[in-house]
C-alpha cells in the first residue's frame, strides 16, 4: 500500500513563529508536491520537487520555501507564519509514467494549520 | 494558460438521482492528463480516474461514468444512481508538462450532497 505521511493532521502556531511540516513518503518516487486548499479555490500548488535537493516553485510560492535533503522526506517552511497561510495543506506524490501511470497523483492526509 | 473550472460550487441531490460533474480545462499543449479526484468527509484526496489526451474514449465504472470531449475541452464525471457515500468534494485536474516534468492544477471543486 502506498502510504504518504504528513507529520500533523492539526497545527496551531502563532504569527511570525517559522513552522515545519513535513511529508513523507516509502514509495521511492522522485516527484513530490505541496499544495493549499482554501474553499472556494481549490488546490494550488505551492512548490514541488522531482528529486533530492531539487525545488521548483508553484502558483503561489511567496511566503514559503521547501527542503528536500532525503528522496524520501519533502518539507514546507513558512519562515514566519501570517494569519492567511492558515489554510489545509497537502503533500501529494506522482505515479511516474516511466512506471506505467499517467501521473496521477497520491494525496497524504493533510494538515490543517491555524495562524493565530 | 492551464485552466481548470468546475462552474458548479454546490449540488444537492436525493439518493438514487444521477448526477453529472462538469469540468472545463484550457491549456495550449497536445499532451496532457485529466484527472478526477474525490475529497469525502475525511479529507483525504482520492484518485478516481486519469486520461490522457489521445484516449477521448469514454469510460465507465461501476455508476462512475466519463464523458471526455476535446471539441468542447470538456470531461465530465457522471454518477448513476447516487448513493450517499458519494457525497462528498469531487476536483478535476490538468496536467500538462513543465520544466523537468509534468504540473498539475486543479479546479476549486465541486460539493456533491446526497440526501437520503
Known amino acids: 500500500d502506498v502510504k504518504v505521511t504528513q507529520s500533523s493532521r492539526y497545527l496551531v502556531k502563532r504569527t511570525g513563529e517559522k513552522v515545519f511540516l513535513e511529508c513523507v513518503q516509502d514509495?521511492?518516487?522522485?516527484?513530490m508536491f505541496w499544495y493549499r486548499q482554501d474553499p472556494g479555490l481549490g488546490l494550488r500548488l505551492i512548490y514541488f520537487?522531482?528529486?533530492?535537493?531539487?525545488?521548483e516553485k508553484g502558483d503561489i510560492p511567496e511566503g514559503y520555501s521547501v527542503s528536500r535533503e532525503k528522496k524520501e522526506r519533502f518539507s514546507l517552511i513558512l519562515e514566519s507564519a501570517s494569519t492567511n497561510q492558515t489554510s489545509m495543506y497537502l503533500c501529494?506524490?506522482?505515479?511516474?509514467?516511466?512506471?506505467?501511470?499517467?501521473?496521477?497523483?497520491?494525496f497524504g492526509p493533510g494538515t490543517r494549520l491555524t495562524v493565530l | 494558460a492551464q485552466k481548470v473550472t468546475q462552474a458548479q460550487t454546490e449540488i444537492s441531490v436525493v439518493e438514487k438521482e444521477d448526477v453529472t460533474l462538469d469540468c472545463v480545462y484550457e491549456?495550449?499543449?497536445?499532451?496532457?492528463?485529466l484527472f478526477w479526484y474525490k475529497q469525502p468527509p475525511s479529507g483525504e484526496l482520492v484518485f478516481l480516474i486519469r486520461?490522457?489526451?489521445?484516449?477521448?474514449q469514454n469510460e465507465i465504472s461501476g455508476r462512475y461514468s466519463w464523458n471526455f470531449q476535446k471539441s468542447t475541452s470538456s470531461f465530465n464525471f457522471t454518477i448513476t444512481a447516487s448513493q450517499v457515500v458519494d457525497s462528498a468534494v469531487y476536483f478535476c485536474?490538468?496536467?500538462?508538462?513543465?520544466?523537468?516534468?509534468?504540473?498539475?492544477?486543479f479546479g476549486a471543486g465541486t460539493r456533491l450532497f446526497v440526501k437520503a
Open positions: 501529494a506524490i506522482e505515479f511516474p509514467r516511466a512506471a506505467g501511470y499517467d501521473n496521477e497523483q497520491f
Open positions: 514509495m521511492d518516487h522522485e516527484n
Open positions: 520537487s522531482y528529486d533530492v535537493k531539487m525545488k
Open positions: 491549456t495550449r499543449d497536445t499532451t496532457y492528463y
Open positions: 486520461r490522457n489526451s489521445f484516449d477521448e
Open positions: 485536474a490538468l496536467s500538462e508538462a513543465d520544466t523537468g516534468g509534468f504540473k498539475t492544477i
